[in-house]
């Protein structure tokens, strides 16, 4: 530093400039100082484990901001790296700063350096300080940091996990979470858990695994609230010391020796356990303090002693020997301290009767007894006290224990009596039994009496003390009439005496009541309601039984004082579904007088049983009748019928009777059929089940004869009339359906005598031979052959016109046994003729009978033929032939047939020889049985159906084999000829 010497005699100018420069040299020195910034030393780290704080100072550097930087040592990342400003100790002229860890300091060795700073200027950094952390290799087990850890409810916690040299890391777990993990160093893992819940009463376990089994470590923490309190206020019982209480806002769910403590005015409360807490004298100010390892609250209370007056409870609560009597007892209790004598007390006394508790008050200086009147005799009670300050009242003190007695006996009251009567005149005296508050003892019985004040003439009864009705009959009472009148009396007995006397008028119940109006049930019961009446001064009873009884009714009763225009009636004993009856009557003790009735259901259900229907007819038409549901069936009140058809499965309303007078109803217009109908009554509640009847609608007896008779005259009319049109139109009715049967015409006369048989044939008879080759016995037929006109040299003649009034001839072929097929005729008959006279076998041809029908005209096949060429028509009528030695016919001389006749073998000799054996042709030969018609099986008389020719004997077997066939023939034959 340079020293300026400035000489007096220097010149005043001179002077000044030479200031100016010192000054300025000054500055300059004072300038380059505070650029040169000085590098801290002696930098000391003091950690805390359990806050996690770690305090740095150092010595040395003018600055008055610092940079400092935390390092993890072993992978050198940067924990914290910024600048601020430390304060300095004036003593030891130390810098000193805290920083506050987010990992446990335990975790891994932090590095810290300083250096100081001004603006923009700063200084080296000091040496490195190193803190050391646990993961050394020295240490082979599992740790875990930080350890027993008592953490607010949503705080944030880092756990790191130090593995033990030569293991490897698993994992951290939270409870039963694993969680997310970061590596700090070589060894060292943490976890973060974030916003922790309260842990159970055992707090959270932190447990690190290794890959080894069973290889693990943890730590416990507790999560929990510092202490809230309220309601903090002090009082005094003994009139010196203080006692106060309190009450905890939340629980800190810390326990044992993380509990919260507390004090009062810095003494210690040892039974805080039960929030409370004394001092040995009462003091104006008081004040509590809660404090537990999360933080700490208080709350202070002021007064004066004498308006925090708590009593103790009275104590040796009893009663004299002569305080307890029939109707009111005295009981008397003590205090534990003497200084209550002086003290103006008010004093609270409960009484308990049967669990009915009242509550009497009582006040005085060092107040000691109590008087309790209005109690009931033979009543047991239980008494308790407790008081208060009389004066600047604080609150009831506590109350003693409970003192019982028992009230002496009495007389009884008297009984509520009333009656019943039925129309006979007898009825029922009922009285309702006394309570325990009404008998004021022992009940020994009941003394009952009948009294007829005119006739002087009475009756009386004892009964048992359970007992509550007793039936009476008025007409025992000798003299007694309509206008008479019975008073009834009931007095109870005690071992105290009897009770007073309660009567009650009986008369006959002889007078009609007024119409009934209905009352609705609420939650308070069954209200009733009447109008006043000014001029009456009588009180009133409403009775009330169920409607559905008729004698000896169970009656109950209400009184009600005069004046009264409602009431409102509910009993245990209402039930739903059940119509109850009430009655007003005045003046139940004098003369009693019906005033009005009403009828209700405490809730209407639907009807228990059915309708009884009946159901009967009237023509096409159904009358339904039923009764009317009995009222105890009823439960409700009835608002109609619905009367239904069933079909099964479906009911359909037919009609809906609200008059329920109407208990008829008539279904009009059915048909025939079986038909089903439901009645059902219904009230508010719904319908009941319903009554069902069927009937079936069938025709009545009366509409079948009328019917039948109608049926009769209508047919009788068209009879009749038919027979007269018939009569009239007789002769065409003839023609057309029973024409005149023409007679046979005789080609020839036949009234000739009798000669011998001319076989020549007549005109339209002639019987024609017809040749076979081959014929099969087996077989016959009947063919129908045109005729031919021949002379009786057998010679043919020309064609004639055909008379239509005469039918073709029915012809009969008896076949004459032959192998060989029958061949066609030649049209020309002489050819026929003399061609069958060289064959040894012919077929015979028989003329059928004539008929004057025109059912047997045969129509010749267009064809010529029958199907197969073996039979042909002639040109004239044939004659009968006789059978002349048949040959068989020549191959040349006829065509073959594909189905041959089977004709019978007949015998080679020559000469004439009738038939003696013929055959039915066989119906199943014939080609077109349409075509022919039948025939006989021998020749016949023109005017006989008879055999000329009966069969031989060596064909009896075969005419009974076909006897039947024949004869059926036979009937079709004749049938067939009728007109």
Known sequence: MSYLSISSSSKPHRSFVWFICVLLSFCALNTYGKIVLTVPEQVSLSPDMPTQKLSISWLGGAATTFDLIILRTEF???????????????????????????????????????????????????????????????NPDIQVYPKSRTIPVGANTTFCCIMGEGKFFKGISYGN???????????????????????????????CTSTIKNDL??????????????DFACETRDLITAVCQWKEARNTLLYGKRRTRYSLNKRNCNDSSQLTCSLPRWDRNLTLVAENPLGRYSLSDSAELSHRVCPVAPVEVDAPDDGINAWNATVQWQWTYSSYSSLALVCQVELDNSGLKTKRVFTGVGLQSAFLSDLHPDEEYSVRVHCGAQKNFWKWGFWSKPFSFTTKTYVPDAPDVWMWMNKDNTGLVVWKLLTRQQSHGHIT?????????????????????????????????????????????????????????????????????????????????FSLFWQRNDSSSCSYVVEWYDASCAADCPVEWLRVAAGSTNVSIESANFQPGVRYNFSLKSCPSDSLQLMERWQGYTQELVPSSPVHLRISRDYSSVILTWEEIPLVDRRGFLLGYNVYINNGSQLTLLANLSDLGMRKYAVKGLSEGVYKFTVKAYTSAGEDTGATVSITMEPRAEGLILEMLATLGIVTILLLTVTFICFKKRKWVKKAFYPDIPEPKLPTDWSRTQGPLDIKPARHSMVHIVEKPERDSSKEMLVVIPE????????????????????????????????????????????????????????????????SGSSLVFQPDPQGSCGDGSASFGDGA?????????????????????????EPQVSSSGGYKPQTSWHLDSPTEACDRSSLAPSLGSPTSIASTQFLLPDGEEHAEEKRQLSSAAATWFSNLLSSTKP
């Not at 997310?180 to 819940?197: M, N």
């Not at 040894?840 to 041809?845: E, F």
């Open 788 to 851: 031919e006109d021949e002379d009786y040299d057998g010679q043919g003649i020309e064609d004639e016109s055909v008379d239509t009034d005469e039918p073709l001839a029915l012809r009969y072929y008896n076949q004459v046994v032959d192998d060989r097929p029958i061949r066609p005729r030649f049209p020309d008959s002489s050819v026929s003729s003399a061609s069958s006279l060289d064959s040894a076998h012919t077929d015979v041809t028989y003329t059928g009978i004539q008929t």
């Open 217 to 230: 470590s943890g730590v416990v923490v507790f999560v929990g609230y510092p202490p809230l309190l309220k």
């Open 76 to 138: 050198n990342e940067t924990v914290f790296y910024d600048t601020v400003s430390a304060i300095v100790n004036h003593d030891s002229g130390r810098h000193q700063w805290n920083w506050t860890s987010v990992e446990p300091l335990e975790c891994t060795s932090l590095s810290v350096k300083v250096r100081s700073r001004d603006g923009q200027a700063t200084s080296g950094w000091s040496e490195t300080q190193i803190l050391q952390g646990r993961d050394l290799p020295i």
């Open 445 to 525: 019985g009941y003394e009952v009496t009948l009294w007829n004040p005119e006739e002087n003439l009475q009756h009386t009864e004892v009964v048992p003390p359970d007992t509550h009705s007793v039936r009476v009959n008025l007409t025992q009472m000798s003299s007694f009439s309509s206008d008479a009148t019975v008073i009834a009396t009931v007095i109870a007995k005690s071992y105290k005496g009897a009770s007073p006397t309660a009567s009650v008028p009986l008369r006959s119940n002889d007078v009609e009541p007024p119409n009934s109006s209905r009352t609705v049930y609420t939650n308070s019961g």
């Open 177 to 207: 979470k694993a969680m997310d993990v970061t590596r700090l160093s070589r060894r060292t893992y943490a976890t973060t858990a974030f916003h922790q819940g309260p842990s159970q009463t055992s707090g959270a376990n932190i447990l």
């Open 878 to 902: 044939g004659g009968y032939r006789p059978q002349m030695n048949p040959k068989p016919l020549s191959d040349e001389m006829g065509l073959d047939s594909p189905e041959p006749f089977l």
